[in-house]
């Protein structure tokens, strides 16, 4: 089991695996991170377990169908079911154990912060990854 938990521990989860971890430049993640891009990870829903802490979390919808979730006693971000219930985005920053995986690509770098360079060569994409995005057939 891969744990994780906020800032004060008062929401906890558990995830059996996490496949991927992407780190989206879109000006949305950016201002919930204060950072230059989330590093996020996807998990499906049966294979993580919100162990404490439930009712701490809040949600925030930052576009029509995204929720951002947090806690309401740190701030900091919580898991975030999608809209069609099949996977969580989990803030990976929230990972208390390592869960095996490296971050494998950048999405949304067509408005990605102008002050930051990406100097990786992990596989980049101008808006969602192709398969991914709201308008894709599941």
């Known amino acids: 089991m891969i744990r994780g938990s906020c800032l004060c521990g008062g929401v906890q989860f558990e995830a059996k695996k996490v496949p991927l971890i992407g780190l989206c430049h879109?000006?949305?993640c950016r201002k919930a991170n204060g950072a230059a891009f989330e590093s996020g990870a996807?998990?499906?829903?049966d294979d993580l377990e919100l162990t404490k802490g439930d009712e701490l979390?809040?949600?925030y919808e930052s576009?029509?169908?995204t929720r951002r979730c947090f806690c309401r006693v740190c701030g900091s971000r919580a898991p975030s079911k999608s809209a069609d219930g099949t996977h969580y985005f989990v803030p990976a920053g929230l990972l208390d154990d390592d869960p095996g995986v490296k971050p494998a690509l950048h999405m949304f770098v067509g408005s990605k912060a102008?002050?930051?360079d990406i100097t990786?060569?992990?596989p980049q994409f101008e808006e969602w990854v192709p398969g991914?995005?709201?308008d894709d057939p599941k």
């Open 63 to 65: 576009s029509p169908g």
């Open 57 to 59: 979390i809040q949600a």
């Open 120 to 122: 990786d060569d992990l």
């Open 26 to 28: 879109c000006s949305l």
């Open 132 to 134: 991914y995005g709201p």
């Open 42 to 45: 996807v998990v499906p829903a």
């Open 114 to 116: 102008p002050w930051w």
